[in-house]
């Protein structure tokens, strides 16, 4: 929403009628609920159109045509997207949490307007023609879309209009999973959040708000019920353990199963060949195994009941299922394939999260490892099925998300009580560290992080991030060039200047020579015999250091100010000059930023 008030004098009375009569932190509440009924509805219609693509291509034409039509419905699905994003959005749609946390470390949390639409046109597109993703990635950015742009209609600053954006993340999965509490969590440790009363009651107004939504429309209905029946003991803490080993394990092969394949498809030069690939690949697995078809909510309701041959079964394959361990290979190998097939539905062009496949992954892992121990009697532990396949859950995404408070907490509200709290913290926490041992970054930070450009809790890092480099870099400094000599450098650069530092310039590529320092030349002002004796190279040195515009990190700078010790940087860009930083300026800025980030 850019809309110019001035053009519209309705909205503007509106505006300031708002600043006279509502506070600022009263209107933050406001929105926020707001927000919450907006991320609702969004996943009420990204939903329901998801579900209807299904019903008309699996429930009914597939199975009126051929099960091999399966095989080609993923690079259908694909062509609709691109054609939708060429031809009718003109945007490339960005995944998921990724883009949001691009959004608050790029561009002050300000969102594109056709990112509040279009992963409601793209998402189910995707899913239905049996994208190997989750609906949650698109809900969440079509909520921040949402919520960017009213932040900016309504002129909000930029720590409440990131505070916004978590609230919208948060509203999004209350309103899907119906877990208000482990929403906030989620909001709070992917948005590196502080848990504060001014940070939590928005929060909660809008995680609220998207579940009361969500009761509304679809009742008590959640999309994966659980019900433990068999409590946890003791005796089981060993097997726990265990699981959030491979869970770690998985967490890391999950992270470079997707790294490697995004590679692969960035090296395909045009869109169609993704196309072609990727929908071939994803025809393929579907083919062989159809529990890939879409999100996958429906075979973990069907393992942790025990009936893993309701989803199992293949038309094509002749599978034993009243044999245990092909039970146990094949739910192996679906856990082991469903990263591949969810990375494949994004690096082909599909619009998707990974937040559904990482809970499908974590189920089905832990439903497998609860199978192995009870066929081990050796073991002499019987492990309940519901128990593990949730544990699972908790187990990838602590290693995946790197969010192990909302793992233990989706446990407990999507299970209705705290029975499996314990377990779930064991392994959620051994998860966690075996995970962070291989990869210091969550998947949706990966790229952010790499590039020191991560909004984090680490407020030193978060502010150095957030400061722009043209805010910093100052121009009214005069050059010195190359051809000059000394007269020239007293009477048309130090005559002229208030600086003390001058950059000494290539008069006709302005590429930076070196920097002359007034206290170097101070002696030579008055030594008139020498004005036309001695050149400007003579008088130059070269900078302690160099700071690289469009390179160099805001916390490189702060290291190269340390190191050096220098009060003033030269900046160039591609060895152009551009300008220089003063220390004095910059923790000026600096200091500015802390008042109003910690604000």
Same mark, same amino acid.
């Given at each position: ?111 594109? #307007? ?46 409440? #209009? ?82 959030? @080993? ?144 949730? @544990? ?43 995970? #962070? ?163």
């Amino acid at each position: 929403m850019t809309t110019d008030t001035h053009q519209h004098p309705f909205l503007k009375r509106l505006l300031i009628w708002r600043v006279k009569h509502i506070s600022e932190r009263n209107f933050i509440l406001i929105l926020s609920g707001v927000l919450g009924i907006a991320s609702g509805l969004a996943a009420l219609v990204m939903r329901s159109f998801t579900h209807f693509i299904q019903w008309v291509l699996d429930q009914n034409l597939a199975q009126q045509i051929t099960y091999g039509f399966y095989f080609v419905l993923p690079v259908i699905g694909f062509t609709l997207v691109y054609i939708l994003k060429r031809y009718v959005i003109r945007k490339d749609v960005n995944q998921g949490i990724p883009s949001i946390l691009y959004a608050v470390a790029h561009q002050k949390g300000i969102m594109k #307007r056709y990112q509040s639409y279009a992963s409601l046109i793209t998402a189910p597109i995707t899913i239905g023609f049996g994208g190997s993703v989750g609906l949650e990635g698109p809900m969440v950015v079509t909520g921040a879309g949402i919520s960017s742009n009213l932040s900016r209609f309504f002129h909000i600053n930029q720590s409440n #209009r990131m505070l916004l954006l978590a609230c919208a993340c948060a509203g999004a999965l209350a309103a899907i999973f119906k877990i208000p509490i482990a929403a906030i969590l989620f909001a709070i440790e992917v948005f590196g959040l502080d848990l504060t009363l001014s940070s939590l009651l928005p929060l909660l107004i809008s995680s609220l708000c998207g579940i009361f939504t969500s009761y509304f429309f679809f009742g008590s209905e959640v999309l994966i019920p659980m019900q433990i029946t068999r409590a946890f003991s003791l005796q089981g803490i060993p097997f726990y353990i265990a699981l959030g @080993v491979v869970g770690g394990l998985m967490s890391a092969y999950f992270m470079f199963v997707n790294e490697h394949i995004n590679r692969f498809f960035n090296k395909l030069g045009t869109p169609w060949k993704r196309i072609l690939i990727g929908g071939a690949v994803l025809g393929l697995l579907i083919f062989v195994m159809p529990p890939l078809y879409g999100e996958g909510h429906e075979i973990i309701n069907n393992l942790k009941e025990g009936h893993p041959e309701r989803s199992l079964t293949s038309e094509v394959f002749a599978w034993d299922l009243s044999n245990p361990w092909v039970i146990i290979a094949l739910l192996a190998f679906l856990s082991f394939v469903k990263v591949i097939a969810t990375t494949v539905t994004l690096s082909a062009g599909g619009v998707g999260g990974i937040f559904s496949p990482m809970l499908f992954m974590g189920g089905v892992m832990g439903n497998c490892f609860a199978r192995i121990i009870n066929e081990s009697p050796i073991l002499g532990y019987k492990a309940a099925l519901p128990n593990f396949t949730l @544990v699972g859950m908790t187990a990838l995404m602590a290693g995946v998300l790197h969010a192990p408070l909302t793992a233990v907490f989706l446990i407990a509200e999507v299970t209705g009580g705290y029975s499996l709290l314990v377990p779930a913290m064991l392994t959620a926490a051994v998860s966690y560290s075996v995970a #962070r041992y291989f990869n210091q970054f969550s998947i949706y930070t990966t790229e952010l992080g790499r590039r020191g450009e991560l909004i984090s809790q680490n407020k030193d890092q978060s502010i150095l991030t957030l400061m722009d480099f043209k805010d910093v870099v100052e121009h009214n400094f005069v050059p010195v060039y190359t051809d000059m000599k000394l007269r020239e450098v007293v009477y048309e650069v130090v005559r002229n200047s208030s600086r003390n530092i001058y950059p000494v310039l290539d008069r006709e590529t302005h590429r930076l020579e070196g920097i002359i320092l007034l206290d170097n030349i101070r002696h030579l002002i008055f030594e008139t015999d020498y004005y036309d004796k001695i050149p400007a190279l003579e008088l130059m040195q070269k900078p302690p250091a160099v700071v690289q515009y469009g390179k160099d990190k805001m916390s490189t700078v702060m290291d190269k100010f340390q190191q050096t010790g220098a009060w003033n940087l030269p900046v160039v860009k591609d060895g152009i000059y551009c300008g220089f930083i003063s220390k004095s300026k910059l923790l000026s800025i600096y200091r500015r930023k802390l008042i109003f980030f910690t604000q």
